[in-house]
């Protein structure tokens, strides 16, 4: 069964861009999630979906931070305009079900870096 | 916010040595899971434990769980150098239609031959 697939892997941008994260959940899985990871701290919820639909974005900077899962698939994580404290790895999770019932399967992430 | 805090923040033993990891919480939680991060895996989930269990067994893992305290530990038998990693418990909370995992800060986790 293959993983969460993310890309890019890497990504350097300067502060005031904007960047584009993409995220390939594990077939099946009706559940998907955003994390922020910020160098020596524990992965921070910033949206989930359900399906196509949000249930948690409570955490998400909705002034630069926007998500979006079309078809309940594919999702797709945008920053606009990035602020050096961006820097971060994004790491993007399935679940088969909601919530934390169940074990969540994490992509490899994205390192951000913002100059 | 972090829900969860891990202590020690790292650890250093030798192969074969036991590990032990501690976790806090602070709200009530329906299940604690914990997961090991490298950099070459990633995040991956090692085991739940429900907040009605006590104490759950997983091949080399032990984890239990005392919510009068609000707090969790793992223990690692018989480390081996491929157990180096950064070890995290998340506390799974629902509310209302929602269910989200809060991960603490970790322990860091260096097993030398």
């Known amino acids: 069964e293959a993983g969460v697939a993310q890309s890019p892997r890497y990504k350097i941008i300067e502060k005031r861009q904007s960047v584009a994260f993409w995220c390939n959940p594990i077939?099946?899985?009706?559940?998907l999630y955003w994390y922020q990871q910020i160098l020596g701290q524990g992965p921070k919820l910033l949206i989930q979906?359900?399906?196509?639909?949000?249930?948690?974005d409570s955490q998400l900077p909705k002034d630069r931070f926007s998500a979006e899962r079309l078809k309940g698939v594919d999702s797709t994580l945008k920053i606009q305009p990035a602020k050096l404290e961006d820097s971060a790895v994004y790491l993007c999770?399935?679940?088969?079900?909601?919530?934390?019932?169940?074990?969540?399967?994490f992509g490899p992430g994205t390192r951000l870096t913002v100059t | 916010s972090q829900q969860g805090e891990e202590d020690p923040q790292a650890l250093s033993i030798q192969e074969g040595e036991n590990a032990t990891m501690n976790c806090s919480y602070k709200?009530?939680?329906?299940?604690l899971q914990w997961y090991r991060q490298n950099s070459g895996r990633g995040l991956v989930h090692l085991i739940l434990?429900?907040?009605?269990?006590r104490e759950k067994h997983s091949g080399r893992l032990r984890v239990t769980l005392d919510t009068s305290k609000k707090s969790s530990s793992l223990l690692i038998t018989a480390s081996r150098a491929a157990d180096t990693a950064s070890y995290f418990c998340?506390?799974?909370?629902?509310?209302?239609?929602?269910?989200?995992?809060?991960f603490g800060t970790g322990t860091r986790l260096q097993v030398t031959l």
């Open positions: 709200t009530s939680i329906n299940n």
């Open positions: 999770a399935s679940s088969s079900s909601g919530g934390g019932s169940y074990e969540q399967y």
């Open positions: 998340a506390t799974a909370q629902h509310t209302g239609t929602a269910s989200k995992l809060t």
């Open positions: 434990i429900r907040s009605n269990e």
């Open positions: 979906f359900q399906n196509n639909g949000v249930v948690d």
């Open positions: 077939s099946g899985h009706a559940t």
